[in-house]
């Protein structure tokens, strides 16, 4: 078996993503950075978008899908009088109208668009459509329907008002698209609108007091520090589960969890707990499981020693 090229490094970046890159290059500005061995994000940014990317190392991307499925809030602006083909300043004039929305109108609508709701993706999106991703068809010119999918605005409030644009503020569940939002909005009120500006201040429990730039990475990594300072700003792997129980494990029982095998929750000062659950021993993650019938079944185990 081939060893892993880098470090063994374990844990969460919280990236201030810049504008201009798209999060795949992200990440691996960031691998580099850490010359970590293994590297993912817990929900993709467009180019077009700045904010919070947050990239798991090691180990910690084995808790990708509990940040993935937390709620997010974004603040972005709407430029109406024009609909482009991917709902964003990136993309091509499709249609254009003189008309402009004032504030009343705008918040008459907003309602219409939080809850649950039905939203239609943008063309240029990464949904795959039989194997293929949306955005390589539509740059291809290809025709193609995408189907209408369910998400949850909790919030939509107006930020600033401008003579052609309007700022918004929005907390959502995943798989909610900004753009379909702006896309949608200018469409019911008549004058047409796509993105100019996106900003993600939230992922899950992760917000702007725990991000740090690109600029401030790279600089870290070549001062004197070195890697000694990266490290001092990588969070640990179980930053990513605050929203479920912790439960502390002797050794042995944690040999268990880490060979699969579930184990028993016993003694007089025993939690009582069910559901979703994450045990340590020693003070490191052992693994992400399920308590059923006084019972913790791993689901995830993790290695942090290598």
């Known amino acids: 078996m081939r060893k892993p090229k880098g470090l ?51 180990e910690a991307t084995k ?5 993935v499925d937390g709620e997010k809030s974004y603040r972005f602006t709407v430029t109406w009088g024009a609909e482009t083909d991917t709902d964003d300043s990136e993309g091509k004039v499709t249609a254009t ?3 402009r929305p004032s504030q009343a109108a705008i918040e008459a609508i907003l309602r219409d668009f939080m809850g649950d709701i039905q939203q239609m993706p943008p ?6 459509v039989e194997g293929a991703r949306a955005y390589d068809l539509a740059r291809e010119g290809q025709v193609f329907e995408l189907a209408a999918r369910q998400v949850t605005v909790h919030e939509l409030t107006i930020r600033e008002m401008a003579a052609n644009s309007t700022t918004f503020d929005c907390d959502c569940g995943k798989g909610t698209y900004v753009r379909s939002l702006a896309r949608d909005m200018g469409r019911r009120l008549g004058c047409l609108g796509h993105v100019t500006q996106l900003r993600r201040t939230r992922v899950g429990g992760f917000d702007e007091t725990h991000a740090i730039s690109l600029d401030k ?13 990266l490290m001092s700003v990588l969070r640990p792997v179980e930053t990513a589960l605050d929203d479920i129980p912790a439960l502390t494990v002797s050794s042995s029982d944690a040999a268990r969890l880490i060979r699969g095998q579930a184990i028993l ?18 003070g490191s993650i052992v693994a992400v499981g399920e308590i059923r ?14």
């Open 217 to 229: 990475l790279t600089e870290l990594a070549n001062s004197a520090a070195g890697r000694d300072g």
């Open 97 to 99: 109208n003189e008309a």
């Open 8 to 58: 063994p490094t374990h844990g969460w970046v919280i990236l201030d993503k810049p504008q201009g890159l798209t999060s795949t290059d992200a990440v691996n500005r960031v691998k580099r950075l850490f010359t970590a061995q293994k590297a993912g994000h817990a929900g993709t940014l467009d180019p077009l978008a700045t904010g919070i990317l947050p990239i798991a190392l090691g």
């Open 265 to 282: 929750i016993r003694g007089a000062g025993a939690p009582i707990l069910t559901g979703p659950v994450y045990a340590t021993s020693r």
């Open 293 to 306: 019938q006084g019972e913790m079944h791993p689901i995830r185990v993790f290695n942090l020693s290598s």
């Open 63 to 67: 808790t990708v899908p509990y940040v």
């Open 123 to 128: 063309q240029y999106s990464a949904i795959k």
